[in-house]
Structure formats: C-alpha cells, structure tokens
C-alpha cells in the first residue's frame, strides 16, 4: 500500500505532467474529475486540487488540512511556490517557479531556516557575498547576509533590503545543494 508521501508525490508528479489519477490509500485517494486532479482526504475532504487543461498546472492547496505541511513540502520539491494569501475558499494557491541551478528549494516556517542559517553562517563571516541561502522577495532571489532574532521576529537581512518575519511565518528560501547530494543523485 502506498504511504500518504507516495501517493501525494505521484498526485503531483501525475498532475505537472497533465496525467489522469486513480490511487489511493486508507486516508488518502487521488483521481481525475472533469480534467481536474483532485486530491482528497478521508476525514476532510477535498484538500488539492490541479486543472489539467491549463498551459502551467497550478495547485490548490486546503490551508487548513492536516496533509498541508506534507504536500508543501512535495510541491516544494518539484518547485512549486506558494503565492500570496489564503483565498475566500481557504486554498492556498502554488505556481511553478524556475529554480537556480543547483540549489534546493524549500517553503517552511521562518524558524527552519534559522536553524540552516546556523550551518551556513561561518561562511558570511569569509567575506563576499554568501550564496548558500537564498530569500525570494518580490519574486526574485537575494542572498541572505545576516539573519537576527529580537522580539520574536526573524530579521532577514539580503544585499538590497530587510524582511521582518514571525517565527511562524512561512518564507521561500533556497539551499545550495551540497556536491555529496548531487553525485548520489547521478546514481
């Protein structure tokens, strides 16, 4: 039996590439309706779904949906952003975003990437400009220069500006992907 990670990673797979869906599982079930790929949970509902008839498939996302971290994180992985706010519905809405050349996209709460940003730290500290972690704002990539706690906010602090966020607060950030990662993936 697929696990709920399984079959949300072939929802999404099935979905970009404009594929009908017929799976499931004991709490989840994927299917095509109406050149719609719909995802739904058992004990929730419609919690995603994906039109397959548009050029660019673009998710719909139930905010309030136990499954909602899980399938940020596999839309995530595939480059899916999330956009602006919470809709009239309660769906947050993704659209497929390019992603630099080797680097890892990742949409979490802010708190997340303050512990990557310890790992990464020593090399801001080596002068230039650091180009582990990246921020998205206004839709484009800046590199993180410094990251400060005070308050329970998060200061964001890149080459043009400053972004003040709460530690709950989801942000857009990428990782460089570590040469170990990328040569196992060749395999």
Not at 35 to 45: D, I, R
Request: glycine residues 4%; charged residues 25%.
């Amino acid at each position: 039996m697929l696990s709920n990670l399984d079959l949300i990673r072939e929802f999404v797979d099935k979905s970009t590439r404009k594929q009908d869906v017929l799976l499931s599982n004991s709490t989840l079930t994927a299917q095509t309706v109406y050149k719609t790929n719909q995802l739904t949970a058992k004990s929730e509902g419609v919690i995603a779904t994906t039109q397959l008839n548009s050029a660019f498939p673009e998710f719909l996302i139930q905010a309030k949906s136990s499954h909602w971290e899980l399938i940020n994180e596999v839309l995530a992985e595939s480059n899916y952003l999330l956009k602006g706010e919470i809709d009239h519905r309660g769906f947050y809405h993704y659209k497929y975003c390019e992603v630099p050349k080797g680097y890892q996209m990742h949409c979490t709460k802010s708190v997340l990437l303050w512990r990557a940003w310890w790992k990464y730290r020593k090399n801001v500290l080596r002068g230039g400009i650091p180009l582990d972690l990246l921020i998205q704002n206004r839709d484009s990539w800046y590199p993180i220069r410094d990251l400060t706690i005070s308050d329970g906010l998060l200061y964001i602090k890149t080459l043009g500006s400053e972004i003040a966020v709460h530690s709950e607060d989801l942000v857009i950030w990428l990782s460089k992907v570590e040469a170990n990662s990328r040569q196992q993936e060749a395999f």
